[in-house]
């Protein structure tokens, strides 16, 4: 009896100590997202705290006198472009990778700050069940979606115009990846009685019609067809509004890009996107690509059409591509191109493509990563390359 009981206590010991290590061999006997719950709980309730404490604010409560637009259409100017000093009052000229401190950023400020409120708070509701965060979360949503005096025009006619050339780009579109966390924030919500049906089918209703326009617009059809990070943001924020909408026929469609247009041709055979490292900040593009496909994957597989399995003929495949970034995500003085010529010293951060990928891979190593790497970060241009900041409300 007593040896049996010994070798009980040896076994529960040796398997308190070697959980992480069975997370590779057995994913099922490691409960990721409980992990995360106990790493992020304290953030995300002083996060929602001052959330709670946070007034409505929307494009109409800035505007610009270089806006083509109207007073709810979301208005940004380009990052890289700058005076020319040959011509200072003449149209701008490009400085690839070199952002214009002087650009008009308000409405992308404004949308940022409403995914960190929606987010804080979605993220405190599912660790909590208090329905204080979700009657809190309405009153942004009615401003953003519902309300005539302070609502957004589902459109991206005006983003990331440029002086003296565009009234608006289609590379703008990628400014709305921060109202992901707003769509799945209200999936996470959505069944709370302090949400009412009203506001719900009117927000539904908006991402609706952004999801038409995204797919018809001129500048919707460009950004879709881009060969950079660019389409695998217009697709993974289709994505997550198309699944808020419950628009599977728009979940297959991009379930079909992913494996037959973005993963082959962005990704090279070792798993690095050459288009990436092309750049002038070929360190914060790769982590920022790399983070929009594995959320593809994340939204986007079921038990009949897993993409976190997926792999080209020639063997590409989205775990060849975390595979290929981590070491140098783990170690950035392994990474052999020079370095980003703005922020390096920024990244990496608690990256989406590590949680993620170690949920959906039982790497043991990835998610120790992430948690060492910062997970409040303050540096804005970090925030807008970041916009899953709340990743609880996705597992």
Not at 67 to 83: L, T, V
Not at 358 to 387: D, M, S
Request: a positive charge.
């Amino acid at each position: 009896m007593k040896k049996i009981i010994s070798f009980t206590l040896i076994c529960v010991l040796y398997l308190g100590t070697t959980s992480f290590k069975s997370l590779t061999e057995n994913p099922q006997s490691f409960d990721l997202k409980r992990e995360a719950t106990l790493v992020l709980k304290k953030q995300i309730l002083s996060e929602a705290a001052w959330a709670l404490l946070q007034k409505p604010v929307t494009v109409t409560a800035t505007s610009s006198p270089r806006s083509a637009g109207g007073k709810h259409d979301f208005f940004s100017e380009a990052d890289y472009f700058w005076p020319d000093p040959k011509n200072p009052d003449g149209a701008y000229i490009n400085r690839d990778g070199l952002t214009n401190p002087d650009n008009f950023l308000e409405h992308r400020k404004a949308m940022v700050r409403f995914s960190k409120i929606i987010g804080a708070l979605a993220s405190a509701y599912k660790v909590t069940g208090d329905e204080i965060y979700v009657k809190h979360a309405v009153l942004h949503l009615k401003a953003w979606f519902v309300n005539s005096e302070t609502l957004m025009n589902p459109n991206l006619l005006f983003a990331q115009a440029v002086k003296g050339k565009f009234t608006g780009r289609n590379y703008g579109i990628i400014d709305t990846i921060h109202l992901m966390e707003v769509a799945q924030g209200t999936l996470v919500m959505e069944n709370a009685k302090a949400f009412d049906k009203a506001t719900l089918k009117a927000v539904k209703g908006w991402f609706a019609e952004y999801i038409l326009w995204l797919n018809t617009s001129k500048p919707g059809i460009q950004e879709k067809t881009v060969k950079n990070n660019h389409a695998t943001c217009w697709a993974m924020q289709v994505a997550s509004f198309a699944k808020l909408c419950g628009d599977n026929n728009m979940l297959d469609s991009i379930r079909t890009n992913f494996k037959s247009n973005l993963l082959p041709n962005q990704m090279a055979v070792d798993g690095s996107f050459p288009l990436e490292l092309a750049r002038t900040k070929p360190y914060g593009y790769s982590i920022f690509n790399l983070d929009a496909m594995t959320m593809l994957c994340h939204i986007l597989s079921t038990p009949d059409n897993n993409l976190w399995r997926f792999e080209t003929a020639d063997g590409k495949s989205i775990k060849k591509g975390i595979t290929y970034l981590y070491p140098f995500v783990a170690d950035k003085g392994k990474w052999p191109l020079k370095p980003d010529v703005m922020y390096w010293n920024d990244w990496p951060v608690a990256q989406p493509f590590l949680i993620f990928g170690a949920n959906a891979y039982g790497e043991q190593t990835w998610f120790t990563t992430w948690k060492k790497l910062e997970h409040n970060p303050q540096v804005e241009e970090v925030i807008r390359n970041l916009p899953i900041r709340n990743p609880l409300i996705w597992l």
